[in-house]
Every structure is written in structure tokens, then in C-alpha cells.
């Protein structure tokens, strides 16, 4: 057991200051603990959609980088992580069956644009520029113009979304579409009219315009 410990700190070291390949073994473990830990906390870790989400986050990365560079022992920074990770389960399941609790820890969308015009006291509001607005219409849009837009959401995660109208197609083009269907599903006897009809020799013969 005692030669154990002692191969686990020449490997790992133990506080201040470190060697580098110390460093390297203790970076090696912890990235593999940090993957394990985001596989309990949920693929909505990685999506990062409300400021919760994001706070998790930072402050897993500020507790295992101690443990990397030894200024925190392996077992505290792992059992505070552990505990972040389950209180982000926990938020999360809350979330998923309380709107109301889903409000309080996300928030909500904010309409900054609607009916093509900028509500500017939302916009204020929200801490959106003018310019933040035009440089997120360039990157979705790639147009300079709100010209088509209905409608801009400032989502809870802070992304733009950018909602263009819809048109509705005509009643007059439905029904060409229909009369074009109809022509082109059409015998050659429905389409063109019988001029005549004859018998020859006791058979009837149909004679077709066009023809």
C-alpha cells in the first residue's frame, strides 16, 4: 500500500511546484474525469442555452484546472465538480417539468424587432446595438436590410433569431396548378372534342379536332 502511495505521488506530485511531466499525468486524469463528469451532467452542458448552463461551465473549468496545476488536492476538486454536476441535473430536470422554475434559472426571449420595425426600448433594454443587430443579420442573412423580416428574438442564450415572412400561395395559383395537373393526367379523348362520329362498316368511328 505505502509503495502505491508513493508511486502515485512521483507520478502526480503533490502541491507547489510541479514537474512537467507531473503536470502532464495530473492533466492526462483530469481531462479524462471532466469527460466522464460531462457525461452525467447532459448533452444541455454543451449547448450552454441559459446563463445557468454557462455558470456550470466556468466554474467546472476554474475547479479541475487547480487540480491540474496541484493547488487543489485531486479528492476536493473532484467531489466539488461531482456536486456541480448533480445541482446541474437537478436544475435541469426542475426546469423540464416547471416553467415557472424554467423562467427563474433561463429567463425569457425578448421580441426586439416585430412587424419589421426595432422596438428601441427593448433593444435598449436588452443591451443590443444597432450595430450588434446588423452585423447578426449579416452573419444569418447575409442582407443589410431588415426587408422581410417580421420578426428578431433575442433568444435566452443571447443568439439573434431572425424570423422571415412567410408567403401564402394564391388562391388563383392553386387552381392553375390544379387545371395543369388535371390537363396533363388527361386522355387524348378528353382533351379535344369529338367533331363527329360515323359508322363504317357497322363500326363506330370518333373523329377529334386537331387531328
Not at 44 to 71: E, H, M, N, P, Y
Not at 120 to 125: T, V
Not at 151 to 162: K, Y
Request: aromatic share 6%; hydrophobic share 45%.
Amino acid at each position: 500500500m505505502d509503495s502505491l502511495t508513493g508511486l502515485m505521488l512521483a507520478l502526480m506530485g503533490e502541491g507547489d511546484p510541479l514537474t512537467w511531466w507531473q503536470g502532464a499525468v495530473r492533466a492526462i486524469i483530469v481531462f479524462l474525469s471532466t469527460w466522464l463528469l460531462l457525461r452525467v451532467a447532459g448533452r444541455r452542458a454543451f449547448a450552454q442555452k441559459t446563463a445557468f448552463d454557462l455558470c456550470v461551465v466556468l466554474l467546472l473549468g476554474a475547479v479541475l484546472s487547480r487540480a491540474i496545476i496541484g493547488a487543489t488536492a485531486f479528492p476536493t476538486a473532484f467531489a466539488a465538480s461531482l456536486v456541480l454536476v448533480l445541482m446541474h441535473r437537478a436544475v435541469g430536470w426542475l426546469s423540464s417539468r416547471y416553467a415557472a422554475f424554467d423562467r427563474i434559472t433561463g429567463g425569457y426571449a425578448i421580441d426586439v424587432v416585430e412587424h419589421g420595425e426595432i422596438d428601441r426600448a427593448r433593444i435598449a433594454q436588452a443591451m443590443v446595438s444597432e450595430e450588434d443587430l446588423k452585423a447578426s443579420l449579416r452573419a444569418s442573412l447575409q442582407a443589410e436590410t431588415l426587408e422581410g423580416v417580421t420578426r428578431v428574438v433575442l433568444e435566452r442564450s443571447g443568439d439573434l433569431t431572425f424570423v422571415r415572412e412567410t408567403k401564402k400561395p394564391s388562391a388563383t395559383g392553386g387552381r392553375a396548378t390544379q387545371a395543369h395537373a388535371n390537363d396533363q393526367g388527361a386522355t387524348p379523348a378528353s382533351r379535344h372534342p369529338v367533331e363527329n362520329a360515323d359508322k363504317v362498316n357497322g363500326t363506330s368511328v370518333s373523329r377529334w379536332s386537331g387531328r
